[in-house]
């Protein structure tokens, strides 16, 4: 009798536990066959071109569905436009959250549109993963332990920039052009952080609207002052214009451009690559119109992805591989996570990433989490490009942000 007592407490307590381990894997935006995620997007006005993101990362869970999904489940990718325009995007967030019933925001892009829906999400203990921001305070665990960078920081890569400078050009003068948003004046601020005393060494920056139809006039303005290095700090399409306009100057400094605005295929080669020899920039994703990554790249899902991106509307090489590598470190997490799909889980798992290896990052890059390091990509690798592809200048660089962190 007791044992048959024993059994049926057993039997009782393994159904109920089946049946918590159910519930749990059955929270909002999660079935036995879909997992929904939300993501807000630039995809018109101003930042459209960054709108190539979400659609990169729409292609990749596209080609991951049609394999079968993430452990058995296909992944339902929710995004919208939010026009980059902060009020817009917790609007859409909470659209997302309420209305689409999303397990998770993954990805959405900008600095102001995540500190909109920041506080929305972690009050409601929703996780705010991969952000594409490289705002430091983004990646606090200790104030919003919800939500999570991706990239390295901006500042940070204004300091490599500033370090790089003193080491191989001590003593000469610095000019910037930087774009006037939480953006420039983040990377910017970084290069004035790491030049430090010598600080004074910058003896011209500008900064400039997006919008701004006399970036001619600006670098003549900065040619004039005679400095040896140029710092610029925009989006793609004003990167090729800047680079030729130096070029119709006749002006060689050494020039330096911030890494999301450095695609071999949309930022270089309309400047004329002849114009863009020794260019430099810090890297932690390849390129994907560098020609020394052509082989590796045809041997494994590139292939496939870039057809279902170059249909989805999908045009910036770089913004196609940030996407294609935030999807996949996403899907690792997913994976990780196994039959528990609940929210606490799914940040559990993004916090206990332990040398992940994505296959579009750099050699020597990896991505590493804890529960007090919420900045997964904590290195980049000074390259510079040679008129044909990108050479590395020396080892990869890890951030003082990672070292703050330990």
Known sequence: MQTWVRTLIAVVLALTSLSATSERVREQGVTDTEIRIGNVMPYSRSLEVFGAIGKAEAAYFEMINERGGINGRKVRFISYDDKSDPSTALDLTRGLVEQDNVLLMFGSFGTPGNFAVRKYLNERQIPQLFVASGDDHLSDPSLFPWTMGWQPSIREEGRIYANYIQAFYPGKRIVALWQNDYFGRELFKGVEDGLGDIARMIRVDIAYDIADEHLDTHVSVLKRSGAEIFLFAGVPADATKVIRIAADLDWHPVFILNNMASSIATALKPAGLENALGVITAAFLKDASDPAWKDEQATNDWPTFVDKYNRAGGKDDNAAVFGYAAAETLAQVLKQCGNDLSRE??????????????????????????????????????????????????????????????
Not at 391 to 404: C, K, Y
């Open 345 to 406: 889980s799914v940040m559990k798992q993004a916090a206990a990433l332990k040398d992940y290896q994505g296959s579009v990052l750099l050699p020597g890059i990896k991505i590493s989490t804890g529960p007090w390091n919420f900045r997964p990509i904590k290195h980049l690798r000074l390259v510079q490009f040679d008129g044909r592809t990108w050479q590395p200048i020396g080892e990869v660089l890890e951030t003082a942000f990672s070292n703050a962190q330990k």
